[in-house]
Nanobody, 124 residues
């Protein structure tokens, strides 16, 4: 099994930066994909970014490309989301997710495991 725990959320002002962390515990698998999704109040959960564990290839939604950076640490089994130039519209609960064998990594249905989420609030 794989268990995911997010941390690093908080309350910041527009233009500030945050780094979210996701720790993977239990058994982890080679060639897996990990991603970040977010869900704002009253809206559906949407894709933010993903990284292929082996090789480090990345994917981003158009709304965050150029501002957010996803990365992974193969030794610590952690994935990070560096968020710069934050906007009020980035306010949401952020979730990390993982899948063992790959799939449609930009879609919610492509993932098997989910964390509980961490709140990010950006004031104007």
């Amino acid at each position: 099994q794989v268990q995911l725990v997010e941390s690093g959320g908080g309350l910041v002002q527009a233009g500030d930066s945050l780094r979210l962390s996701c720790a993977a515990s239990g058994r982890t698998f080679s060639y897996s994909t990990m991603g970040w999704f977010r869900q704002a109040a009253g809206k559906e959960r949407e894709f933010v970014a993903a990284v292929i564990w082996s090789g480090g290839g990345t994917y981003y939604s158009d709304s965050v490309k150029g501002r957010f950076t996803i990365s992974r640490d193969n030794v610590k089994n952690m994935v990070y989301l560096q968020m710069n130039s934050l906007k009020p519209e980035d306010t949401a609960v952020y979730y990390c997710a993982a899948v063992r064998f790959g799939g449609t990594v930009t879609q919610r249905a492509g993932y098997e495991y989910w964390g509980q989420g961490t709140q990010v609030t950006v004031s104007s």
